[in-house]
């Protein structure tokens, strides 16, 4: 019988500049774990077997770190050039892990610097995909406060149309409280598409896994957003006082 169990992918190769340390930004701790040990439990819970960590900055000690973990293996993104980049790092290892099945699989996307993403949150978000039919779900959160996040903009008949970034966002499209968390699924056959048509027609000059929902639909392919977040999973660690906070929140959800 071909697995169809979900893979996922952590994007986990960054520095952290604003950390005011020299430690990959990941390897942090709050709550006794490393930010990426909350990310990489949370997924695994999820039914997550196969996961594949994107690693770059300080590479040798996140693979020490993570030590002999079952189903986890490496891709290495050799320049910082955006979190689409990242993702094409791993494509090679997720085409090796497709190639067993017959079908395609659901792939995870997420960022291993935010720990307080639940298992129930990736479990209800692969539930929705199943039932979709969709080659790309974004998992969303409705905030009260979006500030400095992407927004996710809907047509009139509330589908998914894009994902706007906060300087990039009009007046009215400020105005909106469904926001990206970073948290994607993709049909495996699908993101391999999607990343073939990114490119860094853009001010950083990156690529940028956010374009890749916009490269399926002008495909002709399904995608939809599910707000099944929760507000505080948008908390990512950038800052000591992040780190901080998190830490704090984390206490309080497992004390």
Request: glycine share 8%; proline share 4%; hydrophobic share 40%.
């Amino acid at each position: 019988m071909p697995d169809t169990s979900p893979i996922a992918i952590v994007l986990a190769a960054g520095k952290g500049t604003r950390m005011e340390s020299d430690l990959p930004k990941v390897l942090h701790e709050a709550a006794g774990k490393t930010l990426l040990d909350w990310v990489l439990d949370a997924l695994q819970d999820a039914g997550c077997r196969d996961q594949i960590v994107v690693i770059g900055y300080g590479a040798d000690r996140v693979r020490t770190s993570i030590g002999e973990r079952a189903g986890i293996q490496f891709a290495v993104q050799q320049k910082q050039q955006g979190t689409g980049d990242a993702v094409r790092a791993a494509a090679p290892r997720l085409e090796s892990l497709v190639a067993a099945s017959d079908q395609p699989r659901p792939v995870v996307i997420v960022c291993g610097d935010s720990p307080l993403l639940r298992s129930s949150s990736i479990r209800s978000l692969l539930e929705s995909f199943k039932s979709t039919n969709a080659a790309c779900l974004l998992g969303t959160a409705m905030t009260k406060d979006p500030s400095g996040l992407g927004r996710i903009v809907r047509g009139a008949d509330k589908q998914f149309l894009r994902i706007t970034e906060e300087k990039d966002a009009t007046e009215t499209e400020r105005g909106i409280r469904e926001v990206n968390m970073s948290t994607y699924i993709f049909a495996s056959d699908q993101l391999l598409r999607a990343l073939q048509g990114i490119t860094t027609d853009n001010a950083a000059g990156e690529y940028y896994l956010t374009d890749c929902p916009k490269v399926l639909l002008d495909l002709g392919e399904k995608v939809d957003a599910v707000a099944c977040l929760d507000p505080s999973e948008t908390l990512s660690v950038n800052t000591p006082q992040q780190l901080h906070a998190v830490a704090e929140a984390l206490q309080a959800i497992h004390q």
